[in-house]
């Protein structure tokens, strides 16, 4: 009960902070929403989470303002979403697009977008979260505290290294090497699968992580590699687009229910334009970061032949088996049909 309070106390606190720091020169509003993320605002999150901001701002002005803090200003994503939880004003709320898989704790359903190889491009990815069943995997959040507003994109993921070669070979070429993975018990099997150890770290820790040789390698979408600079300390990146790297856009439950249906309806209509938009920003991302990252000349970038890639994906079945039971395996079948069809 003690941690808690303190919790609650802290979230409080970093609320209070936030509000003097933006209060100077904005105009008054009857509700702010302070959405808090952990990336570059040069992102398709980052992007999107501006779009939304201004959306709101121009159409709500008075009655709605949106404050946007980029690259952990406010917090990571593990604490947002616990201060998420605890706050319990009506006026000021906290939003967030943490990855997926941070949601794990809350909604077991949503480690189906960890899995390995499950989606064979983005379409899939989209053709999952515009259907209903998607619904089923975001409805547990609300008893936590939260409510699911929308999936936003960043991209398929390509594996980067610091070593003679670049990752193709299984487990060969995974063997001995640490790999930095988000905190995910499904990305910390499919490393394992392919013959590397894990390693959890926070997002901001990365860069330096790769740079001093804590880890040798990680995995991300393009936006992150080519914005975090992650190209400039490994040697290869493979091209392995072996699983999706989405978020999911949450706002505290209470701050939400609160609101006037009114005003709920046309922040509904903004996150809905704003996703149309973080979809364009991540496809320009998965051509144009690619192409920045090759251009700069750090690491070599290779395509994953067809061939390797159903070895990779071969050997990384047993994953989805394991997790068969946390997300569900009926769950499960539902979106095998939905991405079959």
Known sequence: MKNIRFGAVCAAAALAVA????SGGAQAAEYVIKL???VSPQTPKGKAADIFAQLVNERLQGKVRVEVFPSSQLYDDNKVMEA???SRSKTVGLMAAPSLSKFVKFSGQLQAFDLPFLFDSIGDVHKLVDHPVADKMTDPLKSKGLRALGFWDNGMKVFSIKGP??????PDDFNGMKFRIQSSDVHSEMIKALGGTPQKLPFKEVYTALGQGVVDGQENAWSNVYSKKFHEVQDYITVSNHSYLGYLLVVSEQFWSNLPAEIRT?????????TMANRRFAAEADSGDRLK????GFAKVVDMPVE???AWRQVTMSVEDKFR???GADLLKEIHQVLDN
């Open 165 to 170: 070669k670049p990752l193709m070979d299984v």
């Open 293 to 296: 990252v090759e251009q700069a």
């Open 266 to 274: 046309e922040l509904e209509k903004a996150v809905k334009e704003a």
């Open 308 to 310: 390797k890639r159903k």
């Open 325 to 327: 039971d946390e997300i």
């Open 36 to 38: 808090s993320h952990v």
């Open 84 to 86: 998420m939880r605890l």
């Open 19 to 22: 509000g003097i720091a933006w």
